[in-house]
């Protein structure tokens, strides 16, 4: 693995072949300080019965970032004696061997025993190593790239448990380790408060958009009937241009965007990868070009994808493999229709017309045959803007996690490289420098 690249190493630091950490910290092989490491033992699926005796701790129950997803895990019915060496202790470090090869974690512990499977490195470590600590490091982008540089092989990469334990690392003294944990744990305990309160208004926006697209509640102020409509009632429906019409060899550089399936995103258009025409074929196939408020439909495959046309992509077009929809706007508002068209009652009921045997498909005529129900233009306004100020909210709270996100990745490159210290003179130190804001 090639150093972190320094001008100079400072008084008080050193130099290692992962970069420049402090003088006092250690630079050695896992092996010194690792009490015993095994490979996970193998079964036959002969073996699983959702009410066994055991869990079995796959690659696939943790993510890239050291998560463990142990609800998932299958279960098989096992003679525990014979298995008694294998089965995890709280406080195991786990890496994966094979496949995705380089995943790390620690067990907490769990209700019933578990074993870790074939594909996963178990270590045991003496008390000089807080295993919250090398999860963090091996979990960081350094750190990942320093497991990875123990793979082996060619399509099948594998890493060996005895190169594992040969591995050096940075490792202060544990008062460190702890403090460095700690802090780190911090921000992932605010990290979770995030993702559970992100959770917690999708689950309200569902439910509000589950009451308010269907007519269920009667939004305040407003009464009457809601009216059914046909799609083609209240919307002009267009496909794109065919394939005569436009061909990849007319693609430039720069130019006028072209939408295509592949841009139709949860949350709207995706602006990357976009092909572009020329001025001269934007202005021959004008007859294809975008309105704000209009509505793209894949044609093909995914039926039920939908976006809605924003400003920013006012006067783009759209493939052959789309087909756009433009909202009357007497009849009907199109953020309310693009609400409506993500919910799952609708998508379900587009993925029921298409036609095709081996790929799902969409015409004008089907599209335009849709039964939509609709309440006067000024409720669904109403409804519309009531939905938009909670994607508003939502974006907000995913745009603070991230930036807290980015926070944690910057304070992990500056505590578990030294750069920062939480300990000075083998105390620590009584107020950090570096507070957590959001």
């Known amino acids: 693995m090639k150093p972190l690249r320094q001008s100079s190493v400072q008084a008080g630091y050193k130099q290692t072949e992962v970069g420049v950490i402090p003088e006092e910290w250690a630079f050695e092989p896992l092996r010194f300080h690792t009490l015993s490491s095994a490979y996970g033992p193998r079964f036959s699926g002969e073996h699983y019965d959702e009410r066994g005796n055991i869990a079995l701790l796959r690659t696939t129950d943790l993510d890239d970032e050291g998560n463990l997803f142990l609800a998932q895990m299958p279960r098989a019915k096992l003679p525990l004696d014979q298995f008694k060496a294998h089965i995890l202790l709280p406080g195991d470090f786990l890496v994966s061997r094979s496949g995705t090869c380089g995943l790390s974690t620690v067990f907490p512990g769990y209700e019933i025993p578990v074993l870790p499977g074939a594909f996963l490195i178990r270590l045991r470590f003496a008390s000089s190593v807080h295993v919250g600590f090398l999860k963090l490091y091996f979990n960081s982008e350094f750190g990942k790239r320093h497991l990875q540089s123990l793979t082996e092989g060619g399509v099948q990469k594998n890493i060996r448990g005895s190169a594992l334990v040969e591995l050096s690392f940075p490792l202060p003294l544990p008062l460190e380790q702890r403090a460095i944990a700690t802090a780190l744990d911090d921000v992932d ?13 999708r689950d309200l926006k569902q439910a509000a958009m589950q009451q308010l697209l269907t007519g269920q509640t009667c939004f305040p102020g407003f009464h009457g009937e809601w009216e059914v409509k046909r799609l083609g009632e209240i919307a002009d429906i267009k496909t794109g241009p065919f394939g005569s019409s436009l061909h990849e060899s007319d693609y430039v550089q720069d130019g006028t965007p ?56 006012a006067g783009w077009l759209f493939s052959g493999r789309l087909l756009r929809v433009r909202p009357d706007r007497d009849k009907a508002f199109a953020q309310f229709l693009s609400y409506q068209f993500h919910g799952e009652a ?9 036609v095709g045997q081996t790929m799902a498909c969409l015409n004008t005529q089907i599209l335009k045959g849709i039964i939509v129900k609709l309440p006067s233009v000024p409720e669904q306004t109403a409804i519309a803007k009531v939905l938009t100020e909670m ?24 505590l578990l490289t030294g750069r920062i210290r939480l300990v000075e003179s083998g105390k620590l130190k009584v107020e950090s420098e570096h507070s957590v804001k959001t």
């Open 189 to 201: 305990g605010l990290l979770g408060g995030m993702d559970r309160l992100i959770a917690k208004k």
């Open 346 to 354: 609708f998508k379900g009921l587009v993925r029921s017309v298409a």
């Open 258 to 313: 072209i939408i295509t399936v592949e841009h139709l995103g949860e949350f709207g258009v995706e602006h990357r990868n976009l092909p572009m025409v020329s001025d001269h074929d934007r202005q021959r196939l004008r007859g294809y070009s975008l309105e704000v408020g209009d509505i793209v439909f894949s044609r093909v495959g995914s039926v039920d994808r939908n976006a809605l046309i924003r400003p920013s992509e």
């Open 391 to 414: 994607d508003a909210e939502l974006a907000a709270l995913e745009q603070r996690r991230e930036k807290t996100r980015a926070l944690k990745q910057a304070m992990m490159q500056e």
